[in-house]
């Protein structure tokens, strides 16, 4: 059973950079495509950025390309995302998710994804 765990998250001002993690435990990220999802409050959850299974490519939401960007460290089975130049529309819950059998041309579809992790805070505000 593979677990994991966000972290990173906070309170920060518009134009500022963050990043979170993602610790995955139980087994190994690779062979999983992995992905970073947000969701605001009264809005549908929303694809922000995802790696192939084998890590050769990634991808972004349109509201995002530009500023974040997507890693990965296999040797401490941790993916990050570095966000920069916040917004305040960025706020939302960052939660990220890995999936053995994704799909790469459907990699931003949440329903491709067998596991996930209980998300972190983001808050941009003045």
């Known amino acids: 059973q593979l677990q994991l765990v966000e972290s990173g998250g906070g309170l920060v001002q518009p134009g500022d950079s963050l990043r979170v993690s993602c610790v995955a435990s139980?087994?190994?990220?690779?062979?999983?495509?992995m992905a970073w999802f947000r969701q605001a409050p009264g809005k549908e959850r929303e694809f922000v950025a995802g790696?192939?299974?084998?890590?050769?490519?990634?991808y972004y939401g349109n509201s995002v390309k530009g500023r974040f960007t997507i890693s990965r460290d296999n040797a401490k089975n941790t993916v990050y995302l570095q966000m920069n130049s916040l917004k305040p529309e960025d706020t939302a819950v960052y939660s990220c998710?890995?999936?053995?059998?994704?799909?790469?041309?459907?990699?931003?579809?949440?329903?491709?994804?067998?596991?996930w992790g209980p998300g972190t805070q983001v808050t941009v505000s003045a």
């Open positions: 998710a890995a999936g053995r059998g994704v799909i790469t041309s459907s990699i931003g579809n949440q329903n491709q994804y067998d596991y």
């Open positions: 139980g087994r190994t990220l690779s062979g999983y495509a």
């Open positions: 790696y192939s299974r084998n890590g050769g490519y990634t």
